[in-house]
C-alpha cells in the first residue's frame, strides 16, 4: 500500500495514475499543482495534489548564475491497491 494512498479512494478501491504540474519554488518546495491528466476520480486527483504539496521537496531548478529559481515540472503518481 502506498503511505499517501488517499483513504476515501482506499475504502472505495478505486485506483488509477494522476498526471501532475508543479510549480517548484526557489525554495525547492512545490508553490503550485494543477492535473495535467486525470485519473477519472476527483478523489485520486485531489490527494495527488494534497500529498505531494505537504512532503514534495526537490533540488530548485538554478539559472545561468547558479542562482535558485522557480520552475515547472510534470510527472504522474500510480495509485495501485495490493
Not at 500500500?1 to 508543479?22: F, H, N, W
Not at 492535473?35 to 505537504?54: M, N, P
Request: net charge negative; hydrophobic share 30%; with cysteine.
Amino acid at each position: 500500500m502506498q503511505r499517501d494512498y488517499p483513504r476515501a479512494a482506499e475504502r472505495q478501491q478505486i485506483e488509477g495514475t494522476v498526471g501532475l504540474r508543479l510549480t517548484i519554488g526557489a525554495d525547492g518546495r512545490v508553490s503550485e499543482c494543477s492535473i495535467s491528466k486525470s485519473s477519472g476520480s476527483s478523489v485520486l486527483d485531489d490527494g495527488a495534489c494534497q500529498s505531494i504539496r505537504r512532503v514534495g521537496r526537490f533540488d530548485p531548478a538554478l539559472d545561468r548564475d547558479g542562482n535558485p529559481i522557480s520552475a515547472t515540472w510534470t510527472t504522474s503518481i500510480a495509485y495501485q491497491l495490493d
